[in-house]
Nanobody, 122 residues
Framework: QVQLVESGGGLVQAGGSLRLSCAAS????????MGWFRQAPGKEREFVAV????????YYADSVKGRFTISRDNAKNTVSLQMNSLKPEDTAVYYC???????????????WGQGTQVTVSS
């Protein structure tokens, strides 16, 4: 079992930046592939980014490529999502998730955090 807690959300103006963090407890984070997902009001949850266990491989949704960066610090049991050039359409609840395989399919992920709200004003 692994427990995940996100932090770092908030309100930011368009063009601004936020850094989300996901802290893990219960098991070492290095055992898991980590993903970020988001759910906007009235929409289904969607994939944002994923990072491999050692951090050497990442993959992004087209909508955030070039603006968001996923990273991890296995020694600190944390995963981060640096979000730059934020747009109003990035407004959503952001979730981190853990799984054994490198996947963008949210149905594959076994463990989820409670989410953190990101609101981007125009």
């Amino acid at each position: 079992q692994v427990q995940l807690v996100e932090s770092g959300g908030g309100l930011v103006q368009a063009g601004g930046s936020l850094r989300l963090s996901c802290a893990a407890s219960g098991r070492t984070l290095s055992s898991y592939v980590m993903g970020w997902f988001r759910q906007a009001p009235g929409k289904e949850r969607e994939f944002v980014a994923v990072i491999s266990r050692a951090g050497g491989t990442t993959y992004y949704a087209d909508s955030v490529k070039g603006r968001f960066t996923i990273s991890r610090d296995n020694a600190k049991n944390t995963v981060s999502l640096q979000m730059n050039s934020l747009k109003p359409e990035d407004t959503a609840v952001y979730y981190c998730a853990a799984d054994r395989q490198f996947t963008t399919n949210q149905d594959d992920y076994d463990y989820w955090g409670q989410g953190t709200q990101v609101t981007v004003s125009s």
